[in-house]
RNA sequence: GCUAGCGUAGCUCAAUGGCAGAGCACUGGUUUUGUAAACCAGUGGUUGUGGGUUCAAGUCCCACCGCUAGCUCCA
């Protein structure tokens, strides 16, 4: 006998061998009908999966009421989804069909194509499944029989997964369903009866295991739930949210704009949205001043060389503007000098780089079809050759090299003395260049130099998305270069300044994530040593200030860990804010020093870190988080002045001039429309106030004043008003009150 | 970059392969207005770009550019 503890403390017996399914009957008829699933300790099973053969166990009940529930629904409406799928378009092969955050997604890839239109179809099928209420029988098999079903049911997918990933379980579970078999871990519903209400979302490319070497799928996206109100709440929800899309209401309020001839990806910051910024920085540098932050002012552009002694130059190739040469053959020769140094790749490495070479239109001849060996590189070497004859370079110690690696060094050699610039893609190396340019005392140490230093990077195109991903950005950095002792309290000073920043904007709604090494792979620069401190630091650091995080491997930067802070857009997609990163590689790779105590030389150790992060995204951010409507702080207008007829224009006129002259962002609506008219259009512009005048007002010398959130506030003479809206900016408050 | 979809006036959207349209915005006029849209008239287009098929292309085909969702990437 099992012993279960049900939630309200009462227990049960049940017998070895029974099922939660039995113990709900016996505690009631409808309690049995109900149930979706049931919990044995933290568990989560099928109704009629066994007991273990355990003492005792917590035990509960799921019903639709429970949120775990939801998951079971929407897991197993997967299943009919692809069951749905299998019957409509045979052959499919099916991949990973889990529930996630607002639904489930499938992934599969059918002999066809399948299109939204095939949607309703689909959605059709999935009905009839669901009327039949068939019910979802688990059972169990070796991994070798469990090879052989999926084998034999053509689902090459699954045989793969098992080869890779399950082949050492001692027994694989799968969940038949009518005709449809899968390979499963459950848990599932009793039977598809209880699946109500779902709808198909979008369609979508997802690489097979997440890896970009591997073939694309066709990912489905859907989500379920118990009631169609409840779908239908959810649907609307997601409506509602698309409304707050800064692409949308920037180009409403006339914030920003992309234009497809200055480029994709590159922010052209409109009148409003530019005075907004404005603010933001102002706001950010009164608080550095206060910090004890220096601020610099550094060039666009630097010299290559900086940037293959950084590091970021070679590292982030092909995620950077094409780099400015001045001799015309070296933006070939330094193309070709990146393919003979990378040497000899495995199979995705190679279709990297000759995507890398297609996009930057290199074509060298022979190239492509060239074995995946020592003749791609001589493809290249002869390249290189044409290219010195025809162009009249001459580079005698490549002409004399007879190794590959030893050509590559020679056409680097030659490149490095080119005069060569690159868009700057990081502004740490001009920082370091003033870090530099004079000695460096412990007693000058923290030096922090601070900029809003815009840096180009070329992501691919379909990543650029809004404000939120681009190509040119503007980041509110800083480097901080300091000794081993200060980096903790550095640390600690720039996560809370990023907190501070965040509270003001009352952005609550972020989460911390420890970005931290991958120690399984190359990406990484640096001694092991160093990595270890610098996690270990961070780490200190964030559990001291009580911050609930998420230590994340792999999410560091190549040359040290980072702290970030991460929020979501309006449709759920996560981006990175604020970010502090500690830097133990930069400072060796330029050599910084500064004399100790000892009057020795020593090391300094660097610290990258903006608050906001970039000012595009930021803002791109804010506008989604105000839907648009700005504190009166940051409101590009913040009082427009409303006569109720022409008659009153003067007298409006006055009235802006003084709130102007008082420093308020006014203007007066002077047009022949009604005051209604008047008053829509500034609620649509989102303006804080609105100051309707008339005769009663220009008689009492008031104003009306109206808050486009809380409506006709009642007269007011204009002085105590004024005085109100100073001190709300001043406080930079976020609400009327 | 990849998969799927999309691109028509400043904006939101129409238009069986058969004369490119509406509303809003804008301009001019009338109205003199009291808390979310007064009325009349007018301007506005090489249908993203370039090719092709066709008697005829916004519509069909190809390439490129851009946008959207997701995947991969993200200093």
Same mark, same amino acid.
């Given at each position: =006998?099992?012993?279960?503890?049900?939630?309200?403390?009462?227990?049960?017996?049940?017998?070895?061998?029974?099922?939660?399914?039995?113990?709900?009957?016996?505690?009631?008829?409808?309690?049995?009908?109900?149930?979706?699933?049931?919990?044995?300790?933290?568990?989560?099973?099928?109704?009629?999966?066994?007991?273990?053969?355990?003492?005792?166990?917590?035990?509960?009940?799921?019903?639709?009421?429970?949120?775990?529930?939801?998951? $079971?629904?929407?897991?197993?409406?997967?299943?009919?989804?692809?069951?749905?799928? =299998?019957?409509?378009?045979?052959?499919?092969?099916?991949?990973?069909?889990?529930?996630?955050?607002?639904?489930?997604?499938?992934?599969?890839?059918?002999?066809?194509?399948?299109?939204?239109? @095939?949607?309703?179809?689909?959605?059709?099928?999935?009905?009839?499944?669901?009327?039949?209420?068939?019910?979802?029988?688990?059972?169990?098999?070796?991994?070798?029989?469990?090879?052989?079903?999926?084998?034999?049911?053509?689902?090459?997918?699954?045989?793969?997964?098992?080869?890779?990933?399950?082949?050492?379980?001692?027994?694989?579970?799968?969940?038949?369903?009518?005709?449809?078999?899968?390979?499963?871990?459950?848990?599932?519903?009793?039977?598809?009866?209880?699946?109500?209400?779902?709808?198909?979302?979008?369609?979508?490319?997802?690489?097979?295991?997440? @890896?970009?070497?591997?073939?694309?799928?066709?990912?489905?996206?859907?989500?379920?739930?118990?009631?169609?109100?409840?779908?239908?709440?959810?649907?609307?929800?997601?409506?509602?949210?698309?409304?707050?899309?800064?692409?949308?209401?920037?180009?409403?309020?006339?914030?920003?704009?992309?234009?497809?001839?200055?480029?994709?990806?590159?922010?052209?910051? =409109?009148?409003?949205?530019?005075? %907004?910024?404005?603010?933001?920085?102002?706001?950010?540098? &009164?608080?550095?001043?206060?910090?004890?932050?220096?601020?610099?002012?550094?060039?666009?552009?630097?010299?290559?060389?900086?940037?293959?002694?950084?590091?970021?130059?070679?590292?982030?190739?092909?995620?950077?503007?094409?780099?400015?040469?001045?001799?015309?053959?070296?933006?070939?020769?330094?193309?070709?000098?990146?393919?003979?140094?990378?040497?000899?790749?495995?199979?995705?490495?190679?279709?990297?780089?000759?995507?890398?070479?297609?996009?930057?239109?290199?074509?060298?001849?022979?190239?492509?079809?060239?074995?995946?060996?020592?003749?791609?590189?001589?493809?290249?070497?002869?390249?290189?050759?044409?290219?010195?004859?025809?162009?009249?370079?001459?580079?005698?110690?490549? /002409?004399?090299?007879?190794?590959?690696?030893?050509?590559?060094?020679?056409?680097?050699?030659?490149?490095?003395?080119?005069?060569?610039?690159? +868009?700057?893609?990081?502004?740490?190396?001009?920082?370091?260049?003033?870090?530099?340019?004079?000695?460096?005392?412990?007693?000058?140490?923290?030096?922090?130099?601070?900029?809003?230093?815009? $840096?180009?990077?070329?992501?691919?195109?379909?990543?650029?998305?809004?404000?939120?991903?681009?190509?040119?950005?503007?980041?509110?950095?800083?480097?901080?270069?300091?000794?081993?002792?200060?980096?903790?309290?550095?640390?600690?000073?720039?996560? &809370?300044?990023?907190?501070?920043? +965040?509270?003001?904007?009352?952005?609550? @709604?972020?989460?911390?994530?420890?970005?931290?090494?991958?120690?399984?792979?190359?990406?990484?620069?640096?001694?092991?040593?160093?990595?270890?401190?610098?996690?270990?630091?961070?780490?200190?650091?964030? #559990?001291?200030?009580?911050?609930?995080?998420?230590?994340? &491997?792999?999410?560091?930067?190549?040359?040290?860990?980072?702290?970030?802070?991460? $929020?979501?857009?309006?449709?759920?997609?996560?981006?990175?804010?604020?970010?502090?990163?500690?830097?133990?590689?930069?400072?060796?790779?330029?050599?910084?020093?500064?004399?100790?105590?000892?009057?020795?030389?020593?090391?300094?150790?660097?610290?990258?870190?903006?608050?906001?992060?970039?000012?595009?995204?930021?803002?791109?951010?804010?506008?989604?988080?105000?839907?648009?409507?700005?504190?009166?702080?940051?409101?590009?207008?913040?009082?427009?002045?409303?006569?109720?007829?022409?008659?009153?224009?003067?007298?409006? #006129?006055?009235?802006?001039?003084?709130?102007?002259?008082?420093?308020?962002?006014?203007?007066?609506?002077?047009?022949? @429309?009604?005051?209604?008219?008047?008053?829509?259009?500034?609620?649509?512009?989102? %303006?804080?106030? =609105?100051?309707?005048?008339?005769?009663?007002?220009?008689?009492? /010398?008031? $104003?009306?004043?109206?808050?486009?959130?809380?409506?006709?506030?009642?007269?007011?003479?204009?002085?105590?008003?004024?005085?109100?809206?100073?001190?709300? %900016?001043?406080?930079?408050?976020?609400?009327?009150?």
């Amino acid at each position: =006998m099992i012993k279960l503890i049900l939630p309200d403390g009462s227990t049960r017996e049940a017998p070895v061998g029974s099922r939660p399914r039995e113990v709900a009957e016996l505690i009631g008829k409808r309690l049995a009908q109900a149930a979706i699933a049931a919990k044995v300790n933290d568990e989560i099973v099928d109704l009629d999966r066994e007991f273990p053969p355990l003492a005792e166990a917590r035990f509960q009940i799921l019903t639709d009421r429970d949120p775990a529930s939801l998951e $079971v629904l929407r897991h197993s409406s997967a299943h009919i989804m692809a069951r749905a799928v =299998m019957r409509l378009f045979p052959g499919t092969q099916l991949a990973f069909g889990p529930a996630i955050e607002n639904g489930f997604y499938y992934d599969i890839q059918s002999p066809t194509p399948l299109r939204e239109e @095939d949607f309703p179809r689909i959605e059709e099928e999935m009905r009839q499944i669901v009327a039949k209420a068939e019910p979802f029988e688990r059972f169990e098999r070796s991994p070798a029989e469990a090879r052989e079903l999926v084998a034999g049911l053509k689902q090459d997918y699954k045989v793969e997964h098992i080869d890779e990933g399950l082949k050492h379980h001692p027994s694989l579970s799968f969940y038949r369903q009518g005709e449809f078999i899968d390979l499963c871990r459950g848990p599932h519903l009793p039977h598809a009866g209880k699946a109500a209400a779902f709808k198909l979302l979008s369609i979508a490319g997802a690489y097979w295991k997440n @890896d970009s070497s591997r073939p694309q799928l066709q990912r489905l996206y859907a989500t379920a739930f118990f009631s169609q109100k409840d779908l239908d709440a959810y649907l609307k929800l997601v409506e509602e949210a698309k409304k707050r899309d800064h692409r949308l209401l920037g180009k409403q309020l006339r914030l920003f704009t992309i234009s497809q001839q200055v480029g994709a990806g590159l922010i052209l910051w =409109m009148p409003k949205g530019a005075l %907004i910024r404005g603010i933001l920085e102002t706001y950010i540098r &009164e608080e550095l001043v206060k910090r004890g932050y220096s601020p610099v002012y550094t060039p666009h552009v630097g010299r290559l060389e900086l940037y293959r002694t950084s590091g970021h130059f070679p590292y982030y190739r092909d995620a950077q503007f094409p780099p400015l040469y001045c001799h015309p053959a070296a933006s070939a020769l330094d193309l070709c000098q990146y393919r003979l140094a990378s040497g000899i790749l495995d199979a995705a490495k190679e279709r990297d780089i000759g995507l890398f070479l297609d996009q930057a239109q290199l074509a060298i001849p022979g190239y492509r079809e060239a074995a995946q060996s020592e003749e791609k590189l001589q493809c290249v070497h002869l390249f290189v050759l044409e290219i010195l004859r025809t162009m009249g370079v001459t580079i005698a110690a490549y /002409q004399e090299a007879t190794a590959m690696p030893e050509r590559a060094a020679a056409l680097l050699s030659w490149l490095v003395n080119q005069e060569g610039y690159l +868009l700057k893609p990081m502004n740490c190396p001009h920082h370091i260049q003033i870090y530099k340019a004079e000695p460096r005392s412990y007693r000058d140490l923290p030096v922090r130099l601070a900029e809003f230093g815009t $840096v180009y990077r070329y992501e691919q195109t379909g990543e650029l998305s809004g404000m939120t991903r681009v190509r040119g950005f503007t980041q509110d950095d800083a480097h901080l270069f300091v000794t081993p002792e200060q980096v903790e309290e550095e640390m600690r000073a720039n996560v &809370e300044l990023v907190l501070f920043v +965040l509270k003001t904007l009352g952005l609550n @709604d972020f989460r911390v994530r420890l970005g931290l090494r991958d120690p399984n792979s190359d990406k990484y620069v640096g001694a092991a040593e160093d990595w270890n401190n610098a996690q270990t630091a961070l780490l200190g650091i964030v #559990k001291s200030l009580g911050l609930t995080f998420s230590a994340e &491997e792999g999410e560091a930067a190549f040359y040290g860990p980072k702290i970030d802070f991460v $929020v979501k857009d309006c449709i759920g997609r996560e981006w990175q804010l604020g970010t502090v990163q500690l830097d133990y590689n930069l400072p060796k790779r330029f050599e910084l020093e500064y004399t100790g105590a000892d009057n020795k030389p020593h090391r300094p150790v660097m610290i990258h870190r903006a608050p906001f992060g970039s000012m595009e995204r930021f803002m791109g951010i804010l506008i989604e988080h105000f839907n648009g409507a700005f504190p009166l702080w940051l409101a590009p207008e913040q009082v427009r002045v409303l006569p109720v007829s022409d008659k009153f224009n003067d007298y409006g #006129k006055s009235v802006e001039k003084t709130l102007r002259d008082a420093g308020i962002r006014a203007s007066g609506d002077y047009r022949a @429309d009604k005051v209604g008219a008047k008053i829509r259009e500034a609620q649509l512009e989102k %303006i804080p106030f =609105m100051l309707v005048v008339g005769e009663k007002e220009q008689t009492a /010398q008031t $104003v009306a004043i109206r808050h486009r959130a809380d409506g006709d506030l009642g007269a007011q003479p204009l002085p105590p008003f004024i005085e109100h809206l100073h001190q709300a %900016i001043a406080d930079r408050r976020l609400t009327r009150q």
